[in-house]
């Protein structure tokens, strides 16, 4: 495994990080959750991502579970807060209240004293921004959380928290996640450039784009039976990729991945750590076979022309509109 820092901040993560959206606490079974963190650290990623919203709450205890006994120095812990937890008006959204509230039950859940990294899950239009940050700053001071950051924020949201930090002297963000892969690059325009500026790193999330870049989906046919196209919930997550246009590209890929000597996720992970603002890509997985195939993309290095050769084959289906960046205009 390979290390980057977290932005410009002093901690240092796994290139690759293990997540559990979806799968843990509803796609999978426990034993499968907890063999999948098992290969993950046997293949030495540290760090791990989760949220308060993953399975209504349990994506958390599962991951708590599975990871106790393991050293606490030797792991970095994400998670985030935002979506509803409840069906209360406060069990949602940025204010100080659901914040206090929600890394309380995040920190039990997950059996530790503290997170290491704290996100806003998305901006909350319907808390005043200096409210939210100086709630992640008290948590801090506290001792809860270790660093702050966001989750899906514009470039032009990251900057003016950031401002208020400096002007406010709260802790200052160090990480925003967003979505990025091969075929979703909406952050390279705007945020990128100002989080290079502002020493504010990428964790991105869903660098296989869900499963699809794998090439495991065929235009024209069923998806595999137990896939991620197949299961209820992410079945409605992934729909947005699963158009022949795109999935005809990306078996075009296939012979770029061959001639490197890499699986098709080993390529669609190795992409997006090209990007030197990435300071970790999250994979999730089914089955520890997916996570033992995706960690073999750390410290890969992709050369300009097979990154020419991947643009010419994905073309037109590649998404870069920068206003895709967006959270709810109220909260859910
Ligand atoms: N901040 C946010 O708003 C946000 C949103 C989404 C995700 N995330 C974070 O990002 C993490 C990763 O997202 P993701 O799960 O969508 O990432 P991903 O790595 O793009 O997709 C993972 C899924 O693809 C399939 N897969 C992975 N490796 C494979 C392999 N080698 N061969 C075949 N299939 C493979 C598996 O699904 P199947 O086996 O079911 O096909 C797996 O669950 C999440 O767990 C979460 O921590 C954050």
């Given at each position: 495994?390979?290390?980057?820092?977290?932005?410009?901040?002093?901690?240092?993560?796994?290139?690759?990080?293990?997540?559990n959206?979806?799968?843990h606490g509803?796609?999978?079974e426990e034993d499968?959750a907890k063999q999948c963190v098992q290969?993950?650290?046997?293949?030495?990623?540290?760090?791990f991502?989760t949220?308060?919203?993953?399975?209504?709450?349990k994506a958390e205890e599962v991951l708590g579970r599975a990871l106790k006994g393991v050293?606490?120095?030797?792991?970095?812990i994400?998670?985030?807060?935002?979506?509803?937890?409840?069906?209360?008006?406060?069990?949602?959204?940025?204010?100080?209240?659901?914040?206090?509230?929600?890394?309380?039950?995040?920190?039990r859940r997950l059996q530790t004293?503290?997170?290491?990294?704290?996100?806003?899950?998305?901006?909350?239009?319907?808390?005043?921004?200096?409210?939210?940050?100086?709630?992640?700053?008290?948590?801090?001071?506290?001792?809860?959380?270790?660093?702050?950051?966001?989750?899906?924020?514009?470039?032009?949201?990251?900057?003016?928290?950031?401002?208020?930090?400096?002007?406010?002297?709260?802790?200052?963000?160090?990480?925003?996640?967003?979505?990025?892969?091969?075929?979703?690059?909406?952050?390279?325009?705007?945020?990128?450039?100002?989080?290079?500026?502002?020493?504010?790193?990428?964790?991105?999330?869903?660098?296989?784009?869900?499963?699809?870049?794998?090439?495991?989906?065929?235009?024209?046919?069923?998806?595999?039976?137990?896939?991620?196209?197949?299961?209820?919930?992410?079945?409605?997550?992934?729909?947005?990729?699963?158009?022949?246009?795109?999935?005809?590209?990306?078996?075009?890929?296939?012979?770029?991945?061959?001639?490197?000597?890499?699986?098709?996720?080993?390529?669609?992970?190795?992409?997006?750590?090209?990007?030197?603002?990435?300071?970790?890509?999250?994979?999730?997985?089914?089955?520890?076979?997916?996570?033992?195939?995706?960690?073999?993309?750390?410290?890969?290095?992709?050369?300009?022309?097979?990154?020419?050769?991947?643009?010419?084959?994905?073309?037109?289906?590649?998404?870069?509109?920068?206003?895709?960046?967006?959270?709810?205009?109220?909260?859910?």
């Open positions: 495994m390979e290390f980057r820092h977290l932005g410009r901040s002093g901690l240092m993560v796994s290139e690759i990080s293990y997540g959206w979806i799968t509803s796609q999978v499968a290969a993950a650290l046997d293949e030495g990623i540290t760090t991502d949220a308060d919203v993953y399975a209504g709450t050293r606490r120095e030797s792991l970095e994400f998670t985030k807060v935002y979506w509803p937890t409840g069906p209360g008006k406060n069990d949602r959204g940025l204010s100080r209240k659901h914040i206090f509230e929600s890394i309380h039950g995040s920190l004293d503290y997170v290491d990294l704290y996100q806003a899950h998305r901006f909350d239009y319907e808390t005043p921004l200096e409210e939210t940050l100086k709630t992640f700053d008290d948590l801090v001071r506290q001792g809860k959380v270790l660093y702050i950051g966001v989750s899906e924020w514009t470039a032009e949201q990251i900057g003016r928290a950031l401002k208020i930090a400096d002007e406010m002297g709260f802790d200052r963000l160090v990480s925003n996640q967003p979505q990025y892969s091969m075929l979703w690059r909406v952050i390279e325009s705007e945020v990128v450039p100002l989080s290079e500026k502002e020493g504010v790193g990428q964790i991105v999330w869903s660098p296989i784009t869900q499963g699809v870049l794998t090439g495991k989906y065929l235009p024209g046919q069923q998806a595999p039976e137990g896939s991620r196209a197949t299961d209820k919930t992410g079945g409605a997550m992934i729909a947005r990729f699963m158009r022949d246009d795109v999935l005809t590209r990306v078996q075009e890929l296939k012979p770029i991945a061959a001639d490197l000597g890499l699986s098709m996720a080993q390529l669609a992970v190795a992409w997006v750590l090209q990007n030197p603002n990435v300071s970790s890509a999250i994979v999730g997985a089914t089955r520890p076979e997916q996570v033992r195939d995706n960690v073999k993309a750390a410290g890969v290095k992709l050369d300009a022309d097979v990154l020419k050769k991947i643009d010419d084959v994905l073309g037109d289906v590649v998404e870069r509109d920068a206003s895709k960046t967006a959270s709810p205009s109220s909260r859910p």
